[in-house]
């Protein structure tokens, strides 16, 4: 299985969360309305992090599309910020023990650099 962070076409800074090689068979709960909403962010979670503060959660959207769990920010990724999405795989359905376990991915979008917005031609 794979989590990683991948760009939404024709969308500028705009990135998902994606994991992927779940079994088909696994994924099916996930995807009826048994499912409870509650259930999401501890099996997929994501954080932001910042220096000298504890590990924020972000708002977003999970759902399940073709083979693949996904996780969409309510809101654009800051540059300077480092996020950490976090998959459990003890909490998918009919896990057991021998096959529990973390997959984290992280991401840092770099700070642009900065450019002179005015210059001086002449005095």
Excluded: C, K
């Excluded at 509650?38 to 503060?53: G, I, R």
């Excluded at 399940?64 to 540059?79: G, I, K, S």
């Excluded at 700070?111 to 031609?121: D, I, M």
């Amino acid at each position: 299985m794979f989590v990683r962070w991948v760009p939404v076409p024709h969308e500028t800074n705009r990135l998902v969360v994606e994991v992927s090689g779940v079994p088909r068979d696994t994924l099916a709960p996930l995807q009826s309305t048994n499912w409870p909403a509650t259930n999401w962010p501890a099996l997929l979670a994501v954080f932001v992090e910042q220096p000298d503060l504890a590990p924020l959660p972000m708002l977003g959207a999970h759902t399940v599309e073709d083979t693949r769990l996904r996780f969409t920010p309510a809101f654009p990724l800051e540059p300077g910020l480092r996020y950490r999405a976090v998959f459990d795989l003890g909490r998918l359905p009919g896990a057991s023990a021998t096959n529990a376990g973390q997959i984290t991915a992280v991401l840092q979008i770099p700070v642009p650099p900065e450019r002179a917005t005015t210059f001086v031609t002449q005095i």
